[in-house]
C-alpha cells in the first residue's frame, strides 16, 4: 500500500457527491458498484448510461431526449445525445437571486461583486444589443479582455443568441490576436482599454486599434474602461451604452435551444509550431464534462467560492466560469499572483473564504521557493481544497502545500488540456492523495497508458491515450471541412484512438505519474526520458529559479541531454555548481538523465499560458527557426540559447 499525504474521513466520503452518484447509479443500473475504481469501468464500459446519469443527477435544464449516444465506437464519428436541446448559458444562468456569483479582485486592492440577479441582467441586455446588431446562431464574437465580470457577461450573451466565443488575455500582442481571431471571422469585438500587471498600468488602445485594421470582419467593438474609467476610442461604444441599447435590465434573457453539439467556444492551441488550431467546442460536451468534473471530482457545492488562478486566454477561464452551473461563486482575478509578493493570491484566498483554489504547478513552485507560508500569515478556515495542472506537479511541491498550507486538505493534480477542455485524469474527494500522482482517470473517460506498440501497460511510462468517445471530444477544428486536419492532431498515431501527447505512468493503485510532453521526451542512449524527472532535481537546487532542458541531436544517431538553469540572484553558474546539479540528478534519477551540457540563461521561453516551451529551445539548438514566435510571451528570451549552449559546463 502506498503511503497517502491525506486520507479523507469516512463521515467525509459517505457525504460526498461522487458517492451519491455511485449509489444512484447502482440503485438505478441494479449493478454492483462497490468503490471508485467498479464505478470509473462501468462509467467507459457503459458511456451511453454513464453519461446520461451524469445529466440527470447534475439537473441539465433542457431537453435530452431518448439516445445518449449514436455510433459509440467511432472516434471521431461518435455523437452523443443527437435529440437533446440545450444551451450552456441558461445552465449557468439557472440562479436568479441577490447571491454573490462573480466576485473580482484586481492586483491594486479593488473589488466588486455581481449578484446571480445583476449577472442575468447584464446578460439580458447584452444579448438584446447582440440581437439588434444582427448576431445570432454561429456568428462570432470575440473576447480581448482581462479577467472581469463583464468578460463572463460578454460570454453568456454570445452563448445565449447561439453565437460562438473566443478570447484572449490582453496582454498577447497584436499578431498574436491577429492569428487567432482572424482565422475565425469575429463579428464583434468585446475590449478593454488595458490591464494591470505588477503595479502598472499597461494602455492597450494602440494594439486594440491596430487588431481593428487588421479584423475586417469586425462590426462593432464595445469598450470596458478598467484601466482607465474615462476611457473612449473613436472606433468603439462604450460598454455602459451598449448596455442601454439592449434597454431596461428588468426582464429575463433569453434562450436559443441548440444540438448538444452546437459549437460555443473556439479554443486556440499554443500555436508554437505554426499558426494556432482553432478549436470547437459544443455547448452540450463542454457542459457535461464541466458539471461532472466539478460536482463529481471537486465535490462543488451550492453557495461554496471557487478560485482559478487564470486568464481569459486559458481553458481554465472556460472551466472557472462553468461552475455557476453548479450554483457557486466564482472569484476572478486580475494581476500578477506575486504582486506586491508571494502571498497575493493566497490572501484573496483568505479573505474571501474560498472553498477550492486552483492555481499552476509552477506557482506552487514559487511559492515554495520564496518561502511562503500561507498557513503562518492566514487563517484559510474555509479552504479545502487545491488544484493545480499546468505542468507536473513535483513530490516537493506536494509536501510544501501540506507542510505549508494546510494538512487537512485535498490537493488534487490534474491534467488534460484545451484539446477537451476538460481533464483525462484529476482529483477525487473519496480517494488518498499519494505524492507525486495525479489520483485518479476521470470518470467516463477511457485512458490508458500505451508502448509503442499500442499496448496497454501498467507501472512503466508510455503514451497517454483514450481509446473511447468522450462528449468534450472537439466538434471539429474551425475551416477544417473534412476532418483532416483534426483527425492528424489526435488520431494519425494509433488509428482509432486519441493520443495527447503526454508522457505517463499509471500506477498499480490507479494513480497516474505525468513525465512531461511526449513530444519533448529526451532519448540518450534510445530509452525515452521524461523532462520532469530532471526539473524535479534542479529545481530543489537553492540556486536555480527555473529550468529547461532539451535533447540535441548529436550526429551520430544519438541524443545529449543540455540543460539551460536560470538562477537566482547572485548565483552564477560555475563548475562547482555544475558539479552539483550532475551529482543529484544523477544520485536521484539515473546515469542517463545527467546532462552532457549546462549552460546559464538569463529568460526561459513561455507561452501565453505560461507554459515552458521546450520545442522552441530544441529548434534554435538545431538551428531549425522557430515557427511561431508570436506564440510565446517572451519570443527574445530565444536569442540567447544557442550562444549560451557555446559557453557551458
Known amino acids: 500500500m502506498v503511503d497517502a499525504l491525506w486520507t479523507p474521513s469516512a463521515a467525509a466520503v459517505s457525504a ?78 439557472q440562479r436568479d437571486d441577490e ?29 438584446r444589443a447582440l440581437r439588434l446588431l444582427g448576431v445570432g446562431r454561429g456568428d462570432r464574437v470575440a473576447g480581448y479582455l482581462p479577467n472581469l465580470p463583464e468578460a463572463v457577461a460578454a460570454m453568456l450573451a454570445s452563448a445565449s443568441l447561439g453565437a460562438v466565443w473566443s478570447s484572449c488575455s490582453p496582454d498577447f500582442g497584436v499578431p498574436g490576436v491577429v492569428d487567432r481571431f482572424g482565422q475565425i471571422e469575429p463579428k464583434v469585438l468585446f475590449a478593454a482599454d488595458g490591464y494591470l500587471y505588477k503595479g502598472r498600468v499597461h494602455d492597450t488602445r494602440d494594439k486594440l486599434e491596430q487588431i481593428c485594421q487588421q479584423l475586417p470582419s469586425l462590426e462593432r467593438v464595445i469598450l470596458v474602461p478598467f484601466a482607465d474609467p474615462q476611457a473612449a476610442m473613436d472606433c468603439a461604444v462604450n460598454w455602459q451604452d451598449f448596455l ?3 434597454g431596461a435590465g428588468n426582464q429575463a434573457p433569453q434562450f436559443e435551444a441548440l444540438p448538444f453539439d452546437a459549437p460555443l467556444f473556439v479554443m486556440f492551441s499554443s500555436g508554437t509550431t505554426g499558426k494556432p488550431k482553432c478549436i470547437v467546442h459544443g455547448h452540450g460536451g463542454t457542459l457535461l464534462q464541466h458539471l461532472k468534473e466539478h460536482q463529481l471530482h471537486t465535490d462543488l457545492r451550492p453557495g461554496e467560492r471557487l478560485f482559478y488562478f487564470t486568464t481569459t486566454g486559458w481553458m481554465m477561464w472556460n472551466w472557472l466560469v462553468s461552475a455557476l452551473a453548479s450554483g457557486v461563486t466564482v472569484v476572478l482575478y486580475d494581476g500578477n499572483p506575486f504582486y506586491p509578493g508571494a502571498e497575493a493570491l493566497w490572501r484573496v484566498v483568505d479573505e474571501e473564504a474560498v472553498e477550492v483554489f486552483g492555481t499552476s504547478a509552477k506557482f ?10 500561507p498557513r503562518e500569515d492566514f487563517q484559510l478556515s474555509a479552504l479545502r481544497a487545491v488544484l493545480s495542472t499546468g505542468s507536473p506537479l513535483v513530490p516537493e511541491s506536494f509536501d510544501w502545500v501540506y507542510h505549508e498550507v494546510k494538512q487537512d486538505l485535498l490537493l488534487a493534480s490534474i491534467a488534460g488540456g484545451t484539446d477537451l477542455i476538460s481533464c483525462f485524469v484529476l482529483g477525487n474527494p473519496v480517494l488518498p492523495v499519494v505524492r507525486g500522482q495525479v489520483q485518479c482517470r476521470g470518470l467516463g473517460m477511457a485512458v490508458e497508458v500505451w508502448d509503442e506498440h499500442g499496448q496497454a501497460q501498467t507501472g512503466a511510462p508510455g503514451e497517454l491515450v483514450c481509446t473511447r468517445p468522450f462528449p468534450s471530444m472537439p466538434v471539429g477544428f474551425w475551416n477544417d471541412a473534412d476532418g483532416q486536419r483534426y483527425h492528424l492532431a ?13 508522457w505517463v505512468e499509471l500506477t498499480a493503485n490507479g494513480g497516474m505519474v505525468i513525465y512531461g510532453r511526449s513530444d519533448a521526451t529526451l532519448n540518450p542512449g534510445g530509452v525515452r526520458i521524461g523532462t520532469a524527472e530532471i526539473y524535479r532535481q534542479v529545481e530543489q537546487i537553492a540556486e536555480v529559479e527555473e529550468a529547461i532542458v532539451v535533447g540535441q541531436d548529436t550526429g551520430d544517431g544519438d541524443q545529449q541531454v543540455v540543460l539551460f538553469v536560470r538562477l537566482a540572484p547572485p548565483a552564477r553558474l560555475d563548475a562547482t555548481l555544475a558539479q552539483l546539479l550532475r551529482a543529484r540528478i544523477r544520485a536521484n534519477a539515473t546515469p542517463r538523465h545527467v546532462p552532457a551540457v549546462i549552460a546559464e540563461v538569463s529568460d526561459i521561453p513561455r507561452t501565453r499560458s505560461g507554459k515552458i516551451s521546450e520545442i522552441a529551445v530544441r529548434d534554435v539548438l538545431h538551428g531549425r527557426p522557430v515557427k511561431n514566435t508570436k506564440a510565446l510571451a517572451n519570443p527574445e528570451a530565444l536569442a540567447q540559447f544557442e550562444a549560451a549552449a557555446l559557453t557551458a559546463f
Open 490 to 502: 489526435y488520431f494519425d498515431h494509433f488509428p482509432g484512438v486519441w493520443r495527447h501527447g503526454d
Open 244 to 246: 442601454d441599447e439592449g
Open 16 to 93: 460526498s457527491r461522487m458517492t451519491r452518484f455511485r449509489e444512484q447509479v447502482a440503485a438505478g443500473a441494479a449493478v454492483d458498484l462497490p468503490d471508485y475504481p467498479a464505478l470509473w469501468r462501468w462509467s467507459v464500459e457503459q458511456p451511453g448510461p454513464f453519461w446520461s446519469a451524469v445529466w440527470d443527477y447534475c439537473g441539465v435544464r433542457g431537453e435530452k431526449g431518448a439516445v445518449a449516444l449514436e455510433n459509440q465506437t467511432a472516434m471521431p464519428g461518435a455523437r452523443w445525445f443527437p435529440e437533446a436541446r440545450l444551451n450552456y448559458a441558461e445552465n449557468l444562468l
Open 364 to 373: 506552487l513552485d514559487a511559492c515554495k521557493k520564496a518561502a511562503c507560508r
Open 99 to 127: 447571491h454573490p456569483a462573480l466576485v473580482f479582485r484586481g492586483e491594486d486592492g479593488r473589488r466588486s461583486e455581481w449578484s446571480f440577479a445583476t449577472l442575468r441582467r447584464q446578460v439580458a441586455q447584452l444579448q
